[in-house]
């Protein structure tokens, strides 16, 4: 069983950054891609963000592309989400997630493991 651990959530400012980690454990971790999704308060789970573990190829929601960054390190089987310029509406409780299969990255459905989520509150 493949277990994935977010860190780095907290609150901020309007304008600050953050840096959430996700750390792959357990049986071999092997994956096609790994994404982060996030979720306010009365609102559906939404993308965010995914990265290709072979290829590095990413994928950004439109709203916040040019503002985060998505990287990883194979080594370390940890994922990272740069976030930069936070907004009042980045606010939610942020989940990554790891898929197996090759395929499209934004549906949440096509992810096999999930973290348990880290609470990012931007507000002054």
């Known amino acids: 069983q493949v277990q994935l651990i977010e860190s780095g959530g907290g609150l901020v400012q309007p304008g600050g950054s953050l840096r959430l980690a996700c750390a792959a454990s357990g049986r071999t971790f092997s994956s096609y891609a790994s994404g982060w999704f996030r979720q306010a308060p009365g609102k559906e789970r939404e993308f965010v963000a995914a990265?290709?573990?072979?290829?590095?190829?990413?994928d950004y929601a439109a709203s916040v592309k040019g503002r985060f960054s998505i990287s990883k390190d194979n080594a370390k089987n940890t994922m990272y989400l740069q976030m930069n310029r936070l907004r009042p509406e980045d606010t939610a409780v942020y989940y990554c997630a790891s898929k197996k299969q090759f395929g499209m990255v934004q549906p949440s459905t096509g992810y096999d493991y999930w973290g348990q989520g880290t609470q990012v509150t931007v507000s002054s």
């Open positions: 990265i290709a573990w072979n290829s590095g190829i990413t």
